[in-house]
Structures are given as C-alpha cells and as structure tokens.
C-alpha cells in the first residue's frame, strides 16, 4: 500500500471512530411528560414562590396537571400544562392553574438521566417569584 492510501484509511477510520463516539451522547429529556408523575423536592426560592418543601405533580396525556402539596410549604394545585422539549436533556413546561384563577408558572426541568434532574421555576403572574430544586420521576400507580 502507497503511503498516501495508508494515511487516507487512516484518516477514514479515525473519521468513523470520531462519529461513532458523538452518536453516543445520550438525549434524557423526554418529547412528552403526559401520563408521569415527578416529586419535586424544593432547594430555594424567592417572592412569591417558597425557598423548601416538596410536592409531586402528575401530567396528563390530556395536558391537565395535579399537583400535591406537602400541606406545610407547597399547596395542592390542578389546571393545564403544556410542554416542550428544548433541548437533548431539557424541557420547558407552563402551568395554568384553574385553582388558583390567573396564576401562571414556567418551568424548566433539566435532565441528568431519563428520571431525574434540576429544575427552575418562575412565576408568570402576580408577585414575581423564582424557586429552584431537584425532581424524580415516580411509578404512576
């Protein structure tokens, strides 16, 4: 083999081997979160929104929302959602709450696997407010 065929299939390999370990790289956000279920555990917040607690929130396929408070720091809370993945390991979702007439929050959960992450939220009306924490996704029983 001549020298510049040798250096060409080298070139070639290391090529596929350079495209073969960026296809690699894992996608953790889902395009849906209809039909989970995630508990938010609460690290910090400010205004409006609380700085700790925990709650779970339920999606829907048909874009409602339920949300359990812990009964000390977060409250119950229903209404619709929508939800967009925006990212390889992000999504941005909205909530509109029925309960609480008028109030909006967007959300961004960031994900660190298929089930957990970071998320940040802020509030879209009212007093302004941003919280931030951890989230898991839950067994929807």
Known sequence: M????????????????SLLSCSGSESFAPKSIGGKKYQVVIT?????????GNATIAFAMNGSYVVTGDGVNTSNDLGTYTYN?????????????????????????????????????????????????????????
């Open 2 to 17: 001549q020298k510049r065929q040798m250096w060409f299939l080298i070139l070639v390999i290391g090529l596929g081997l």
């Open 44 to 52: 910090g917040g400010s205004g409006e929104m609380t700085d700790t």
């Open 85 to 141: 993945k925006t990212g390889k390991n992000t999504g941005a979702f909205t909530l509109n709450s029925t309960l609480l007439k008028g109030y909006q929050e967007s959300n961004i959960f960031e994900f660190v696997n298929k089930k957990s992450g970071t998320y940040k939220a802020k509030t879209l009306t009212g007093d302004p407010g941003d919280q931030a924490g951890n989230f898991n996704e839950i067994e929807v029983q």
